[in-house]
């Protein structure tokens, strides 16, 4: 073999383990690129390399041919080999960088609800909005005139028992019902009316399963021409009707000083009566104090505690429990 071949060959396998040894160590796919480019590309080193291939003689050209195209095979499988391992990495590297913990905790963010309370007196002012009623209100401390006497219910009055008041400095108190409202509203407005008007009242009661020192009614008054007791019964039924279903009811003569006549109404509720509320026809009294003409109008009233009609509706056994602001409780409804 003459020392050109051998010198060829050698240049060949140099080529080989250099081309090699740097395709094992590129870390890029760009930088493999230029690695094929510089060994393998129509200007790269094997071309070169071949270009002396017309200074052999025709016996050793297709020997030296053989060996360079063995070793360009071997070093587009290197290429190939590495190319595949860098593309699998940088895959493996995307994921990693791109991984979506679906198990990581999401931002809790707690959610507001209706307290039962308000939700039922929602329920009771849409009833009568629906059936024409307005929303009124009036103060929670308010004067002895509001709270009693304007309501027909002088000093010495003995329905003033009826309802242990808390005195305030300054001849104030707190309301011990929403009647108040009444008058505040009868001395703004002239007849027909029709209003209801929802709030906290206060009573010096001991609190107990059943009773609570401050509690919600809602009160209701209708003035017009021509008002009857049959009107407020209707009124009461449908009110009922709509509120609990179609149960049984009752009225039942009783006694407030604002109303003449008055009663109280009971709903037949899993096999008891059940007292709801108190309604009657405003006492003539009543509405020659606010300046009406009694001749012309006359008015119906009710009144209605809240918390009882919460108790019914959500099967509650202690007033309490709608005022502990518990969330095991409060997250029930
Ligand atoms: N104010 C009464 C109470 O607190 C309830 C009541 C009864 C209101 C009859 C009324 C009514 O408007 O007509 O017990």
Redesign the pocket.
Known sequence: MTTQVNDLQEQLEQLRSNAQNAIAQCQNLDDLESLRVNYLGKKGQLSQILRNLGKLGPEERPKIGAIANEIKEAIQNSLQQQRETLQTAQIEAQLQAEALDVTMPGVYRPQGKIHPLNGVIDRIIDIFVGLGYTVASGPEIETDYYNFEALNTPEDHPARD??DTFYLPGNKLLR????SV?IRYMERHQPPMRVVAPGR?YRRDTVDATHSAVFH?V???AVDEGLRFTDLKGTIHEFLRQMFGDLPLRFRPSY?P??EP?AEVDIQWQGDWLEV????M?DPNVLETVGYDSEKYTG????LGVERFAMVLHQLDDIRRLYSSDLRFLNQF
Do not use: D, Y
Request: net charge negative.
């Open positions: 009826m309802q011990t019902h929403t009647s009444q009242v009614q009160e209701l008054l407030f604002f109303t008055s509320l108190g309604c009657g405003v119906f009233a009710l009144g």
